[in-house]
């Protein structure tokens, strides 16, 4: 059973941190580009960031640019999503997908595989 399943969400206070990590199983992912998306309440599921299969690229939302740093561990089929900073509006459920192939892509129409996400909180 192919399988991404994230880890680390939680609660905290505004100005600090968590790292999510999603692990693979299943088969591999390390072809694949990776991504975040994360899902307010009430609100449609929206792009976060993308690391290449090779993990030299990288890609972020406007909204998280210089706070937030995806990486990957190809040995360890993983992908993590260090985020700093944290304000009120990055509260949400987030989860870690893998694209169709290699194509590092914002649209989520072009993800295959998705975990079952981790609530993130973060408190004002």
């Known amino acids: 059973q192919v399988q991404l399943v994230e880890s680390g969400g939680g609660l905290v206070q505004a100005g600090g941190s968590l790292r999510l990590s999603c692990a693979g199983s299943?088969?591999?992912?390390?072809?694949?580009?990776m991504g975040w998306f994360r899902q307010a309440p009430g609100k449609e599921r929206e792009f976060v960031a993308v690391v290449s299969w090779s993990g030299d690229r990288t890609y972020y939302a406007d909204s998280v640019k210089g706070r937030f740093t995806i990486s990957r561990d190809n040995a360890k089929n993983s992908v993590y999503l260090q985020m700093n900073s944290l304000k009120p509006e990055d509260t949400a459920v987030y989860y870690c997908?893998?694209?169709?192939?290699?194509?590092?892509?914002?649209?989520?129409?072009?993800?295959?595989?998705w975990g079952q996400g981790t609530q993130v909180t973060v408190s004002s």
């Open positions: 997908a893998a694209a169709r192939g290699a194509t590092v892509t914002e649209s989520p129409y072009e993800y295959t595989n």
């Open positions: 299943g088969r591999t992912f390390s072809f694949n580009a």
